[in-house]
């Protein structure tokens, strides 16, 4: 059967058309023209896979593609031509196809997959710069998504590896065992096929999301506006005339997750996260710290997609006065030049965390530079509460036992007023460790043994009140740690 090819943009239309990930399709009408000529698929049992070949000197073009065949209604409003066309995403296409033609003739047959061998093994190959943000959780739902969605290939082909619904970049077949005959004949990938996936980063990102960072929803949803909006629908930002925010800064008390948030916002959009500490910044010698600023935000504008995180941003862009030491001065100027460069098209957005908020210079906190101020505060009752369901699942008889209840966790986060996230992230460590210690036997030789098995130990709210009597909150020992101050000068 002869059909025209139409090569179409990935980036723009592949997960529209394709939301299962397939790769090719046809109209209705060719559609139902194929079953009269293979009735046995009639019934919709047996899924259509296809040879696509085109060999065509006279346009460059010479290539063999094997993919599922998919049906593409008839009212659909991708329709730009009338019968006879099958659509291919032309990052799939073989480097070696070099036409600029849209449309070339192509050869599609339908194969039998029963005769088609099983590979023991393939090795795809990804660009590293490509998946550099992706973590490690990622990429194992993309081998799954891959093994599921291909069955038939060629090593001379290439597939979409998808992390997201709409978010995928291309790898290439590099390797099959047994190794086939000829580069162009198909094998099949079946659950038993070992998939060796190679250019992944030495250091896959670490997946922190939002649904992970409890107690600062009001946060998350204003930093959801002000980041995904424009990066995703950035044409109703330029019909009104209106220039996305650059920056937001994040105060409020230590441990409360603001370094999580940064985190999750890089995150949710698949931005690479880019932290300047402060060793970066206050360096010995004139000018390096401004260098490697400078270094920092270079790095973001190459990867074009990216979130700049600047911790206890107070320390380096602090309030200039009088008095202030040149390279204070230097750094502040350094970063209110750097936050001017940033373009829209640079897909660079900067955070900047500080526990001091009034201490930042007002030059950087006007419009065009750090935007907004949100308040990352400390965690009321509900929110601690929030914060506890994310560590304690109650309901897993298997990790805590009965008297470990919702109403109990209620009770727990009045109880534990004034503690920060990072205060019941400490406060669950030790109601763990008061389960574990209470199996700890010691016979008298001072050997170490365990009364039960690890499968038969339980948390209970005992243990909870346990920590409680140990685990201080922050402000409590930043209290006392004041008091001790006094006391020894006196």
Request: with cysteine; net charge negative; charged share 30%.
């Amino acid at each position: 059967m002869k059909f025209k090819i139409l090569k179409y943009s990935a980036a723009h239309n592949h997960y529209d058309l394709s939301p299962h990930g397939l790769t090719a399709w046809m109209l209705e009408d060719d559609w139902n023209e194929l079953l009269e000529a293979y009735p046995t698929y009639r019934d919709g049992m047996v899924e259509f896979y296809i040879k696509i070949e085109c060999h065509n000197p006279l346009e460059l073009t010479d290539f063999v593609l094997y993919t599922k065949l998919a049906k593409l209604p008839s009212q659909s409003r991708y329709l730009t031509e009338g019968r006879g066309y099958v659509w291919f995403a032309k990052e799939l296409m073989p480097q070696r196809d070099n036409t600029t033609n849209k449309r070339s003739e192509v050869e599609i047959s339908v194969m039998d997959i029963s005769e088609v061998p099983i590979a023991e093994s393939v090795t795809i190959r990804l660009r590293e710069d490509d998946v550099e943000t992706w973590s490690e959780t990622e990429f194992e739902a993309a081998e799954k998504d891959f093994r599921k969605q291909v069955n038939l290939f060629c090593t001379q082909q290439k597939y979409f590896f998808n992390r997201s619904v709409k978010d995928a970049v291309v790898c290439d077949f590099t390797e099959v065992i047994p190794k086939p005959v000829s580069d162009s004949l198909p094998c099949r990938i079946t659950s038993e096929t070992e998939i060796i996936v190679k250019g992944k980063p030495l250091n896959p990102q670490q997946v922190i999301d939002f649904s992970k960072i409890g107690g600062q929803k009001k946060v998350i949803d204003e930093l959801r506006r002000m980041i995904q909006l424009p990066l995703n629908y950035p044409e109703y930002f330029a019909k009104f005339g209106v220039k996305p925010p650059k920056g937001v800064l994040l105060y409020g008390p230590p441990g409360n997750g603001k370094t999580m948030i940064a985190r999750a916002v890089a995150q949710s959009f698949g931005a690479a996260f880019i932290e300047i500490d402060l060793s970066d910044a206050l360096q010995k010698y004139k000018g390096v710290g401004e260098y490697n600023l400078g270094k920092k935000f270079e790095e973001a504008e190459r990867k074009r997609n990216a979130v700049i995180f600047i911790d206890e941003i107070d320390s380096i862009a602090s309030i200039r006065e009088k008095d202030s030491q040149n390279h204070e001065i230097s750094l502040v100027g350094k970063l209110l030049s750097l936050m001017d460069g940033i373009k829209s098209s640079h897909r660079v957005f900067v955070i900047g965390a500080t526990n001091r908020l009034n201490a930042i210079d007002p030059a950087l906190r006007r419009p065009g530079r750090f935007d907004k101020d949100l308040e990352v505060p400390q965690p009321d009752c509900e929110s601690r509460y929030d914060i506890l369901c994310k560590y304690v699942k109650w309901e897993d008889k298997t990790v805590f036992d009965d008297t470990v209840t919702d109403e109990f966790l209620m009770s727990l986060a009045n109880l534990i007023e004034g503690f920060s996230g990072a205060d019941i992230s400490a406060l669950y460590t030790e109601t763990a460790m008061s389960a574990i210690r209470r199996q700890l036997q010691m016979d008298v030789n001072g050997k170490a043994t365990m009364s039960k098995d690890v499968n038969d130990v339980r948390i209970t709210k005992d243990d909870f009140k346990s920590a409680v009597s140990v685990i201080k909150s922050t402000e409590q020992r930043t209290t006392e740690a004041r008091k001790r101050n006094e006391s020894e000068k006196i």
